[in-house]
């Protein structure tokens, strides 16, 4: 899709699929899955030219030529099983089970799951890791491309900017993160508990080349900023999306106290009536 309004449309639909997930476990993390779903459907579903964004075969999750996608922020998986289950990569039934005692979905991304490259969910360990995957692949002179996505939270380990350091030594041009900005972390605001900010600064001081997103729901500016991170520079790339945590959810949206619980029976008769009226 290279439509911002399908590509709006498609999140809208995963959106509703994602708080009901999260809604029938009463597990999940709400407020940081709807921050993150523009991106991931950017990615997943965007493309440039027609041709694809991220290269991908469900029916051939080992393809060689696939790029992948590591999501660092792991208690973000609900918005990824989303996605994975509406491309194919498993049946959308799965997602009735999330967080279920061996089920296939878990609480955080486990690399049993189709679709999914690394079990993450210690903060910082899947950007690391993903560069392990870039670096590898562009030793081997190999053209797939790395994204990974981090939470603005997440910056406070120090094994985010020892990978940061890492990347642009060695060049990595294949790899490409995405910091979903939304400014609240746990119970609170990001700026009070332990300040990340200046992100574009910082990156640019690491030897990054860094692309601002000031409206990380915009999918113009996010087709915008892709388009540009896939032009060659011999940096790794990172793209910093300004979000809005709970994006979707009126009563949610830049509210702490949903980061990490799901919508009650009454909050869902509201919000998704809401959702679906989008779509309309």
């Not at 918005?79 to 609480?107: M, P, T």
């Not at 900023?225 to 032009?231: C, D, G, Q, W, Y």
């Amino acid at each position: 899709m290279s439509d911002p309004k399908e590509l709006h449309k498609k999140a809208t639909q995963l959106r509703i699929e994602c708080l009901k997930s999260i809604h029938k476990a009463q597990s999940g993390h709400t407020g940081g899955s709807m921050s993150a779903m523009d991106i991931l459907v950017t990615l997943y579903y965007g493309d440039l030219g027609g041709d694809p964004i991220m290269k991908y075969n469900p029916q051939k999750p080992d393809w060689e030529d696939q790029d992948y996608f590591i999501l660092s922020k792991g208690h973000a998986a609900p918005a990824l099983y989303a996605i994975l289950a509406d491309i194919g990569y498993f049946e959308k039934s799965e997602l009735d089970y999330l967080r279920q005692v061996n089920a296939l979905l878990q609480g955080h991304p486990v690399i049993k799951t189709p679709g999914v490259t690394m079990t993450t969910g210690s903060l910082g360990q899947g950007f690391a890791a993903a560069h392990g995957l870039a670096l590898s692949l562009k030793m081997d002179h190999k053209k797939n491309i790395v994204f990974t996505m981090l939470g603005d939270g997440e910056l406070q380990e120090g094994i985010v900017w020892e990978t940061a350091m890492s990347a642009a030594q060695f060049k990595s041009e294949n790899f490409i993160a995405f910091i979903d900005n939304n400014e609240i972390q746990l119970d609170g605001f990001t700026r009070s508990i332990m300040n990340v900010e200046p992100i574009i600064d910082k990156f640019a001081s690491f030897g990054w080349r860094t692309i601002p997103v000031k409206n990380g729901h915009d999918f113009n500016e996010l087709l915008t900023a892709v388009e540009k991170a896939l032009i060659p520079s011999r940096k790794p790339t990172v793209i910093v999306c300004n979000t809005i945590k709970g994006k979707g959810v009126a009563f949610a949206e830049r509210n702490p106290s949903y980061h990490g619980v799901a919508l009650s029976k009454e909050e869902m008769q509201v919000a998704i009536p809401a959702l679906e009226k989008e779509l309309t």
